[in-house]
């Protein structure tokens, strides 16, 4: 009985230790897992022999979390994963459901087709649908003040301060100035403040605004301002005309429901993709009628590349997965994608059904998100290569129009020089004459100018002529 007993524990000994040495080996031997992905920028891309991207960094990320290798190949038909009408998958899905590859990762959206088919991870990345455009192609709608739109703010409050700073330059020179107002005791001044407002506005709509200075120095004044007013008006026009022009054969798009509207773009999306499916299967009128429109006029591309390369080129809409689509419109600065977003959903990595790596695949996306790696991976690989542009041609700023700011301010520096050199010069030939300093005939002829008690002469001369 106690041999019975030995062989009998010896036998089961023997056993599990044959069991622990075959696991043992089954795990050496699954301790690289094969990894299918496919191209996508800039989830995989080609440096050399090496592959490179968003997901070969997540890839090695959470191979560091849960210790294993891993060794990647493109998928071999170039699908993401399409079940066909026998139930055979294609694509990435199809290597997985095959055992042809241990996981895919890649830009693989979660959809409930899929995750009857394989196991699916917790998403690491949110999207959903939207449109790739090209920007003149986009509309926006006109507002009360898109006049003021050629010049900025600051550019508008810069036009003001010259206008007002010009008309009180031409209000001085032709007060200083002995060739415009000779006598001040008896003669009467045109150039009031209120009347060089008034020329200087005049002016801006290149009618003019009589009488015009006599005097060098007021002209110096007046033709540096009537240069300023050229070029403004003619740099408001041009940007003017610009905006008027490019929107005038724009098309109104905002969303889906704006594409499935009209007939004058056409638009499609991914062959075999999710999107496409979405758009099937969506009991939405309009959704269905973009797919019934694709499906007529045969407008699927076969890559997110094809698509993006067929918005470039005008006059086509391409709909996709929008963290895609905001890749495209960071590279190619002639992009923009719509603002409504329809279809959220995630990407996930794909495993076999009940594999152990399910579970900590999703724990360890989770502490990635968590630990902001994920957010650090988009930030680095969605990086825009382009400045920000808008929809309408850029307003022109102060410091784009310094240049003739700068020629108007000179202009009227010269101006009021020259006021103060003709006014020293007949101050000095009347000194002369009277045999007074030049001093205190400047004095007296500054006083007699530049004071503001003209008022009742003035209305008085006003008076007499009426009389």
Same mark, same amino acid.
């Given at each position: 009985?106690?041999?019975?007993?030995?062989?009998?524990?010896?036998?089961?000994?023997?056993?599990?230790?044959?069991?622990?040495?075959?696991?043992?080996?089954?795990?050496?031997?699954?301790?690289?897992?094969?990894?299918?992905?496919?191209?996508?920028?800039?989830?995989?891309?080609?440096?050399?022999?090496?592959?490179?991207?968003?997901?070969?960094?997540?890839?090695?990320?959470?191979?560091?979390?849960?210790?294993?290798?891993?060794?990647?190949?493109?998928?071999?038909?170039?699908?993401?994963?399409?079940?066909?009408?026998?139930?055979?998958?294609?694509?990435?899905?199809?290597?997985?459901?095959?055992?042809?590859?241990?996981?895919?990762?890649?830009?693989?959206?979660?959809?409930?087709?899929?995750?009857?088919?394989?196991?699916?991870?917790?998403?690491?990345?949110?999207?959903?649908?939207?449109?790739?455009?090209?920007?003149?192609?986009?509309?926006?709608?006109?507002?009360?003040?898109?006049?003021?739109?050629?010049?900025?703010?600051?550019?508008?409050?810069?036009?003001?301060?010259?206008?007002?700073?010009?008309?009180?330059?031409?209000?001085?020179?032709?007060?200083?100035?002995?060739?415009?107002?000779?006598?001040?005791?008896?003669?009467?001044?045109?150039?009031?403040?209120?009347?060089?407002?008034?020329?200087?506005?005049?002016?801006?709509?290149?009618?003019?605004?009589?009488?015009?200075?006599?005097?060098?120095?007021?002209?110096?004044?007046?033709?540096?301002?009537?240069?300023?007013?050229?070029?403004?008006?003619?740099?408001?026009?041009?940007?003017?005309?610009?905006?008027?022009?490019?929107?005038?054969?724009?098309?109104?798009?905002?969303?889906?429901?704006?594409?499935?509207?009209?007939?004058?773009?056409?638009?499609?999306?991914?062959?075999?993709?999710?999107?496409?499916?979405?758009?099937?299967?969506?009991?939405?009128?309009?959704?269905?009628?973009?797919?019934?429109?694709?499906?007529?006029?045969?407008?699927?591309?076969?890559?997110?590349?094809?698509?993006?390369?067929?918005?470039?080129?005008?006059?086509?809409?391409?709909?996709?997965?929008?963290?895609?689509?905001?890749?495209?419109?960071?590279?190619?600065?002639?992009?923009?994608?719509?603002?409504?977003?329809?279809?959220?959903?995630?990407?996930?990595?794909?495993?076999?059904?009940?594999?152990?790596?399910?579970?900590?695949?999703?724990?360890?996306?989770?502490?990635?998100?968590?630990?902001?790696? /994920?957010?650090? #991976?988009? +930030? @680095?690989?969605?990086? %825009?290569?382009?400045?920000?542009?808008?929809?309408?041609? *850029?307003? &022109?700023?102060?410091?784009?129009?310094?240049?003739?700011?700068?020629?108007?301010?000179?202009?009227?520096?010269?101006?009021?020089?020259?006021? /103060?050199?003709? #006014?020293? +010069? @007949?101050?000095?030939? %009347?000194?002369?004459?009277?045999?007074?300093?030049?001093? *205190?005939? &400047?004095?007296?002829?500054?006083?007699?100018?530049?004071?503001?008690?003209?008022?009742?002469?003035?209305?008085?001369?006003?008076?007499?002529?009426?009389?």
């Amino acid at each position: 009985m106690v041999i019975f007993n030995n062989m009998w524990t010896l036998l089961a000994f023997t056993v599990s230790t044959t069991v622990l040495l075959l696991t043992h080996s089954c795990t050496a031997a699954k301790s690289e897992l094969i990894v299918t992905t496919i191209k996508q920028d800039p989830y995989t891309m080609a440096k050399g022999s090496q592959l490179e991207g968003y997901c070969m960094d997540l890839l090695s990320e959470l191979a560091k979390k849960l210790g294993f290798k891993y060794k990647v190949h493109l998928v071999k038909d170039g699908a993401y994963g399409r079940m066909d009408d026998s139930g055979s998958w294609n694509g990435m899905i199809g290597e997985v459901v095959r055992g042809e590859a241990d996981i895919a990762v890649a830009p693989l959206t979660l959809t409930a087709a899929r995750e009857k088919a394989v196991g699916m991870t917790k998403p690491y990345m949110q999207t959903g649908i939207s449109i790739l455009l090209r920007r003149d192609i986009v509309s926006q709608d006109s507002g009360f003040f898109d006049f003021l739109s050629p010049f900025s703010g600051e550019t508008w409050f810069g036009i003001l301060i010259a206008y007002i700073l010009t008309a009180v330059c031409i209000c001085i020179v032709a007060r200083l100035s002995p060739s415009e107002w000779s006598q001040p005791e008896n003669e009467h001044n045109n150039f009031t403040l209120l009347h060089s407002l008034w020329y200087t506005a005049g002016a801006l709509s290149l009618q003019g605004a009589g009488p015009h200075p006599k005097s060098p120095s007021g002209r110096v004044v007046s033709c540096t301002w009537w240069l300023f007013a050229v070029v403004l008006l003619a740099c408001y026009f041009s940007s003017l005309s610009s905006n008027q022009s490019s929107d005038s054969s724009h098309l109104m798009i905002k969303g889906f429901e704006d594409l499935a509207n009209q007939d004058f773009i056409e638009y499609g999306t991914l062959t075999g993709s999710s999107t496409l499916a979405f758009f099937k299967n969506s009991n939405n009128p309009s959704y269905r009628r973009i797919y019934e429109h694709m499906e007529r006029r045969k407008s699927l591309v076969s890559s997110m590349d094809e698509g993006v390369q067929r918005a470039r080129e005008g006059n086509f809409a391409f709909i996709g997965e929008s963290v895609s689509l905001d890749l495209a419109v960071a590279r190619y600065c002639e992009l923009v994608r719509a603002h409504e977003v329809i279809g959220m959903r995630g990407y996930s990595i794909v495993t076999p059904l009940g594999s152990p790596l399910l579970k900590n695949l999703s724990v360890a996306i989770l502490q990635l998100s968590e630990a902001g790696e /994920l957010a650090y #991976l988009r +930030s @680095k690989w969605w990086a %825009s290569s382009c400045m920000a542009h808008s929809a309408k041609a *850029s307003s &022109l700023k102060a410091h784009g129009m310094k240049g003739i700011f700068l020629v108007l301010a000179v202009g009227l520096g010269i101006g009021v020089l020259l006021a /103060l050199l003709e #006014l020293t +010069s @007949k101050s000095r030939s %009347s000194a002369q004459e009277q045999k007074k300093s030049c001093c *205190s005939v &400047l004095t007296q002829e500054l006083s007699q100018r530049l004071r503001t008690n003209n008022t009742k002469r003035d209305q008085e001369t006003s008076d007499k002529s009426k009389a």
